[in-house]
């Protein structure tokens, strides 16, 4: 939710060197404290029952849930309080957020715990990691990413989230059918996912070449809110995995 590397504290979940050394380029900064006392207390008291270690081996839904209900994964759910939304509107769905912001996680884990939600799990992990490890391919059934940090400055586009690599193994890891559906307030950012979501050739463009999406049902976010009071736009993408 920053652009700024000033608050980097070099202790990101799953931080490791490359075997040549050098850190990896990460989309993100874990940013210290702030941890309210019933973000502490939630993540202590409920992370047992709704936070899933990280392993980079495949999970099994069906296990995590206690059912076979279309699951839904979302990247850098932020204080999740849509997604809380969406989960309790979508009963029939099952959500898996992943996100890297401790505080984030506490204020969701609360509001799970207080509404009595059960389909929602969290990995505390960086999404690419867990992309990469925990889904086998065509096992998933949605996919979203709403707000990415933008990384405004030319130098820190390479920080970016969504670029190629990253949208090529995301739609190998949704079913065919499946649904990506990503949402920014950065025009250039739009954009670029524009482009890169185009130019793969096993996505289709549900709002047809060259368009943005509506939202949807998609409840509106934190991060969507205070740029909208700064004036920004919105821009959604959907897009739909081709059958092979
Ligand atoms: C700009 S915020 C948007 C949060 C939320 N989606 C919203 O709209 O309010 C982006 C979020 O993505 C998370 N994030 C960025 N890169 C990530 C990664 N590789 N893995 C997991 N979370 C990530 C950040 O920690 C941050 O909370």
């Known amino acids: 939710m920053t652009n700024n590397l000033s608050d980097h504290t070099g202790d990101e979940p799953g931080a490791r060197a490359t075997g040549s050394g050098r850190r990896p380029i990460r989309s993100y900064v874990v940013r210290g404290g702030r941890l309210t006392t019933s973000q502490q207390r939630a993540l202590e008291s ?7 270690p990280f392993h980079a081996a495949p999970l099994n839904p ?3 849930f206690g059912n076979n209900q279309p699951l839904v994964v979302e990247i850098g759910f932020g204080m999740g309080d849509s997604l809380l939304a969406m989960a309790k509107e979508q009963a029939d769905k099952n ?14 884990l ?5 509404q009595g939600i059960s389909n929602i799990r969290i990995i505390n992990h960086d ?15 949605g996919i979203q990413v709403f707000f990415p940090d933008p990384w405004h400055k030319k130098r820190h586009h390479k920080r970016r989230l969504i670029q190629t690599p990253f949208v090529n193994l995301l739609v190998s890891r949704l079913k065919p059918g499946g649904m990506l559906h990503l949402a920014t307030d950065w025009e250039p950012y739009a954009e670029q996912l524009l482009e ?23 409840p509106v976010t934190k991060f969507e809110r205070r740029g909208r009071k700064l004036g920004h736009g919105v821009w959604d993408l959907r897009f739909t995995r081709c059958t092979d």
């Open 46 to 52: 409920y992370s047992a029952d709704y936070v899933v």
């Open 95 to 108: 959500f898996l957020g992943i996100e890297v912001h401790k505080p984030g996680i506490g204020k969701l």
């Open 62 to 64: 069906g296990e995590l």
């Open 196 to 218: 890169v979501l185009e130019a793969n050739d096993r996505l289709r463009n549900c709002a047809g070449t060259g368009n943005y999406a509506t939202p949807g049902d998609r």
């Open 110 to 114: 609360l509001g799970i715990a207080e």
């Open 127 to 141: 999404a690419r990691e867990v992309m990469e490890s925990c889904f086998g391919a065509g096992t998933v059934d």
